[in-house]
């Protein structure tokens, strides 16, 4: 049995004392040891998900998944516990003795049914073969009918609450998703006892208790002010929804950094780490984030970039800003409105070039310089003159996030030619997402929320030609979170605190956090030149991203309704 954890102020302040962060992401899991004195880095382990993400057909059946439906299975993220973080203990080569606190973070809104206990309905006998009661992924947008009429009927009814997120509640999120269940499999609805985020979901791993945290809760289960949304609102989509947050959601809140339990003696085999250290509050993968990459204080926006990007950051006031994911009281520190927007695919777009439009023999070209294809693409369009590729891009290839939260949008390239080359369409992609999030920024400042620095983390950082793009189509330096692992280094940030060796995550982050302020500064001739391409996405993202019958709305129905009559 693993020996209990030294605890009281002596090993909360020793000074080797280390702190356990684990990020779970889309496609894998992360665990880093961080010393809490310094925020060094110690070690860390990567684990990839067995399943990945669950797209064309359940592991127990054959039988086709229908569109737009992305899965996670349960157990990928349990052995990321068992392996990630005792191999980053070893890679630390820290006394298991010294850890003090472990946290964790996740993908949002990925959600899941329960039984009582938390076991999930996926991986009961009764449930495992039916879609349903498997863990929706947050990239899940079969649930965009539910999502509309959520939106129509809170605008119809005046409800208070759907200004804070925009004006829109996404497909993305409990309740479009939760809703989907009940329509579609009445069943599996009526056996889910817990409704639960998978951020709240693995800390109950950790501790052997349910717990809810604040941030999930506010920008993905629509608890502003105190309160889920009314019975009577709820009766409105389905009269077996009025007790949805009742029985499936209701359970206190816990603020992010708090201690909500200790590590049981399971989840400290699993792990190797003492039983009994604390365990902080879940969080979300972007929002955790910010104390480790030095955007806490207001007006700082924190960009994380990797399969689809998140943008986060704090106000001093409260205001309405169209087309948001949402704004919480304390939903990223204490103290400040956390705001939330996003683009639903970034990284995941740059990816899916690589694997539809490289040729064989760009691919022969990367082998023999020993590059990657992304670094042989990014060397071939790094020289371009701005707009010399003739094209321009909307980045809704997973459909737009924000500010139009639509997911039956996709993408469109225009102005190919026979003469476009490989890396022309992967270089108006990358600027196609800088336009996004331009298109972001200018929405925040629109709506009197200012952004007065421009801070990125994630592993698309690292590409310095997109960092440059980014930098030129702001019009405004970026600044670069300096971990390899910034929500894992966030979360870590959250564990000290929740262990005590800190009062709050701000004083936290002012030692552990790390980031190289303006790394890069815009060029004002290619800004410029930008400016004019801007004009032009713009134009496109008006025109296909508004309006009552919409040509990508046409053609996703069209879409569907294809593939659905082959799946049956």
Not at 138 to 155: G, P, S, T, V, Y
Request: net charge negative; with cysteine; glycine share 10%.
């Amino acid at each position: 049995m693993t020996p209990h954890a030294p605890s009281g102020p002596a090993a909360r302040h020793h000074p080797e004392a280390c702190t356990i962060g684990v990020d779970f992401g889309t496609l894998s899991g992360r665990a880093v040891v961080v010393r809490v004195r310094d925020g060094a880095e110690l070690g860390s382990s990567v684990h990839e998900y067995s399943h990945a993400v669950i797209e064309d057909r359940l592991p127990s059946t054959e039988a086709p998944l229908p569109p737009d439906w992305a899965l996670q299975h349960p157990e990928d993220w349990r052995d990321v516990l068992r392996t990630a973080v005792p191999a980053a203990l070893a890679d630390a080569g820290v006394d298991p003795a010294h850890v003090i606190g472990i946290a964790t973070d996740f993908t949002a809104c990925t959600v899941l049914p329960t039984t009582p206990d938390g076991t999930p309905l996926a991986l009961t006998p009764e449930w495992t073969d039916r879609p349903h009661a498997w863990p929706k992924l947050w990239k899940h947008h079969a649930a965009q009918e539910q999502a509309d009429r959520i939106n129509a009927l809170a605008h119809a009814r005046g409800e208070k609450w759907i200004a804070r997120y925009g004006g829109k509640i996404s497909s993305e999120w409990q309740y479009a998703k939760a809703l989907q269940v009940l329509e579609e499999d009445p069943a599996v609805y009526a056996a889910c006892a817990r409704w639960i985020e998978a951020a709240d979901w693995i800390v109950w791993q950790l501790t052997g208790a349910e717990s809810r945290n604040t941030c999930t809760a506010g920008y993905k289960g629509i608890h502003q002010d105190g309160a889920y949304p009314s019975p009577e609102y709820l009766a409105g989509l389905h009269p077996d929804f009025a007790d949805f947050p009742a029985t499936r959601l209701e359970h206190p809140l816990s603020p992010l950094g708090s201690r909500v339990g200790s590590l049981s003696d399971r989840a400290a085999h699993w792990t190797g780490l003492p039983e009994g250290i604390a365990v902080a509050a879940g969080n979300v993968d972007a929002h955790v984030a910010a104390p480790a990459a030095g955007a806490v204080e207001n007006g700082r926006m924190l960009a994380i970039m990797g399969t689809s990007t998140c943008h986060v950051l704090n106000g001093a006031t409260l205001a309405e800003v169209p087309g948001i994911c949402g704004v919480v009281d304390g939903g990223i520190v204490e103290g400040a409105y956390g705001y939330e927007a996003g683009q639903s695919a970034v990284g995941d777009i740059f990816a899916w070039w690589l694997r539809q439009g490289v040729p064989e023999h760009y691919r022969a070209e990367a082998d023999a310089s020993g590059e990657d294809l992304h670094q042989l693409l990014t060397r071939k369009a790094a020289d371009q003159p701005v707009g010399a590729h003739g094209l321009v891009a909307l980045d809704w290839m997973n459909g737009n996030r924000s500010p139009l939260v639509d997911h039956h949008l996709s993408g469109v390239v225009a102005g190919l030619t026979l003469d476009t080359r490989p890396e022309d369409v992967y270089r108006a992609l990358l600027e196609s997402t800088a336009f996004g999030t331009r298109i972001i920024v200018e929405t925040f400042e629109d709506g009197g929320v200012p952004v007065e620095e421009f801070i990125v983390t994630g592993g698309l950082r690292k590409n310095a030609l997109l960092m440059q793009i980014y930098a030129d189509v702001l019009r405004r330096p970026v600044s670069v979170g300096t971990s390899e692992q910034g929500p894992a280094l966030g979360s870590a940030i959250h564990a000290a605190v929740a262990a005590g060796a800190y009062p709050d995550v701000r004083s936290a982050a002012s030692v552990m956090g790390s980031v190289q302020r303006h790394a890069y500064v815009p060029d004002p001739a290619r800004a410029d030149a930008y400016d004019a391409l801007f004009g032009e996405y713009r134009a496109l993202h008006e025109y296909f991203g508004t309006g009552a019958d919409l040509l990508l709305h046409r053609l996703r129905r069209i879409r569907n309704t294809a593939r659905l009559a082959t799946t049956g």
